[in-house]
């Protein structure tokens, strides 16, 4: 929830964000203020049920063959849709975070549309919390400084806190 909230913080009127798949990133979709105008480009169907509550929202919905495990749609047409939009900020989530082996998820089919999503967006924000530091999940798609902003929890280690601000990204940390 803390992590949801400082990431809407970072919203400003008439943003183009992006919102990925997750328990960490629906926070962002419930979060969202309904005094704001936005466009938000989803992929997913409980950002889909929170969004579509927000009367200054115009929503893009990046649809296709539904993944019931993650709540995710995925298509080629759907990642050929978030290629040609362009987005002020990409919310993203991860299942893991590793110095060595980059940022990664669950599911296979979730990369290609991440990296869509990371591709259209100018600043790409990770939302994580701190127990996916050193871990690993079978779907490579980022490296860690491929991110501007990391927001986590306060269990994060001093190890990690150094070694994302020796990367200068922006972190914060609620």
Not at 20 to 34: C, F, H, M, Q, S
Not at 49 to 67: C, D, M, Q, T
Request: with cysteine; hydrophobic share 40%; net charge negative.
């Amino acid at each position: 929830l803390r992590i949801g909230q400082k990431a809407v913080s970072l919203i400003e009127p008439n943003d183009v964000i992006i919102i990925d798949t997750g328990t960490t990133t629906e926070y962002v979709a419930k979060l969202l203020p309904d005094d704001i105008p936005l466009t938000v480009i989803c992929y997913t169907a409980n950002a889909l049920v929170e969004i579509y509550k927000k009367p200054l929202v115009k929503i893009i919905f990046a649809g296709g063959y539904y993944h019931r495990n993650s709540q995710m749609f995925e298509s080629p047409e759907g990642i050929q849709l978030i290629k040609r939009t362009c987005a002020t900020k990409f919310f993203v989530s991860a299942a893991g975070v590793s110095k060595q082996l980059g940022v990664t998820c669950v599911n296979q089919y979730e990369t290609e549309t991440k990296l869509a999503a990371m591709n259209s967006a100018l600043s790409n924000i990770l939302l994580v919390d701190s127990t996916k530091f050193d871990q690993v999940r079978p779907s490579f798609f980022a490296t860690l400084s491929d991110f501007d902003v990391i927001i986590t929890d306060s269990h994060i280690s001093k190890e990690w806190v150094d070694y994302i601000k020796s990367l200068d990204i922006t972190l914060y940390i609620v």
